[in-house]
């Protein structure tokens, strides 16, 4: 059994852990900074909505570039650059919601590459400003695009059409984003729990982090319950609201056909879905910031508030539930767009 205080951050010897820079302690650029974030129990925010299970949240905005997309972003480029597919000096483009084209334009900026980046006009402007910041190219889509049901192919075929010399980071389908989260986020989450994780509850933005992270879990403990956090309809764009109140980078999967999910999505690994609206994943992220002293991004709010509606489950009594914190509030702290 965990006494409170016992899962903590814990330095891995060099050779365990795929990241580890070899030289030591003084590191040779920010790659060697992402992962081996930390695991902080939420015992205030637990004693606060009165829970009977501890929740406990996997601190993601710690990585360098501020997400848990600098893991998926540096696996990308480094499988590229061992395939040699991604050439020095090359251009890197992708459609992304912000998170995982400020992994690659961080990571770019450290290792050389150019970064051009395909944005539906919607999302924070804090995150478009970060893109900018670290060199990397910005194309807005107006949000009514995406209301196509072949949105994201059309788009992309145009995308691919626009940069036929460029490296193609295809987050939703390539399968280095799911196996880094199977190689590092999984298992540190495995170790600092001390193999004693009884639920995993995480939102889909790809589905990179919890087909990962589920795989390498459920692996090790077949029991694992795994709780996949979705947006509520309300929260998503239609003809009639394009620029709704929403939670930025975050999809629903359940009632998506199969086909249609991204290629890195594994739907078999979830035991059920949890809808979350975005006034809920915001009080969620509010009580979290008041309690804990943790400010995350609604997709974190989300999931906190998907993880206290299991944790306050009789039968979740005193089982350990881990979340994931992906972002950090203050890449949104600028008003949202609204049209
Ligand atoms: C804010 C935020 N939360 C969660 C996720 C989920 O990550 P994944 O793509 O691994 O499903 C993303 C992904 O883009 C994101 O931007």
Known sequence: MFEPGSISR???SPSAHPYADPAGAIHGDITALIGNTPLLELHRFRRAHDL????????????????????????IIREG????KLRPGALIFDLTSGNTGIGLAAIGAARGYRT?????????????????SYGAEVVQIPNRRFLDPN??????AEIKALNPDGFFADQIGNLANPRIHYE?????IWRDTGGGIDALVATVGTGGTVSGVGRYLRERNPALHVAVVEPSLASLPSEADPYPDQIEGVHRVSDIPVEALPGVYDPGLADE???VGTPEARAAATSL???????????????????????????????????ILADSGERYLAPPVTG
């Open 273 to 275: 879905w949890l809808e």
């Open 184 to 188: 590092t986020t999984g298992p540190e």
């Open 81 to 84: 650059e061992r395939s040699g």
């Open 10 to 12: 814990q330095t891995p």
């Open 289 to 323: 910031c008041r309690t804990e002293g943790l400010f995350v991004g609604l997709s974190g709010g989300a999931a906190i508030a998907a993880a206290a509606r299991l944790a306050a489950r009789p039968e979740m009594a005193d089982r350990l539930i881990v979340t």
């Open 116 to 132: 051009r980046f395909y944005t539906r006009d919607c999302i924070n402007p804090g995150k478009i400003d970060l893109l900018r």
């Open 151 to 156: 949105a994201r192919d059309i788009l992309l």
């Open 52 to 75: 009977g299970a501890r929740i406990v949240a996997k601190v993601e905005y710690l990585n360098p570039a501020g997400s848990i997309k600098d893991r998926t972003a540096w696996a």
